[in-house]
């Protein structure tokens, strides 16, 4: 992982703006980086590379979404009934 990356995380305190969303109601970007995390897992994984630059997503998305929506996906991910396409 490059110097450069891991600086950003080390220095992340809360989500930074994200042009894809303007607005302030922070719904959609919760929900895409949670996205985000999973399929950066998935494609790393399945190439047998390092995970951590995934860690970005998950730290963006546990600082937005509340933590019931959270364990909700992972539930519905453990159960197949996931609504999201990872």
Known sequence: MSQD???KLEK???APFDARFPNQNQTR???QNYLDFHRCQ???TAKG??????????RVY???????????????RENGTF???I
Do not use: I
Request: hydrophobic residues 30%.
């Open 5 to 7: 990356m891991k600086e």
């Open 12 to 14: 992340y305190r809360t």
């Open 29 to 31: 970007n919760c929900w």
């Open 42 to 44: 998935k494609a790393l």
């Open 49 to 58: 590379t390092d995970v951590t630059p995934c860690d970005w997503y998950q």
């Open 62 to 76: 546990k600082s937005l979404c509340p933590v019931s929506w959270v364990s909700k996906w992972d539930e519905q």
């Open 83 to 85: 609504p999201g396409k």
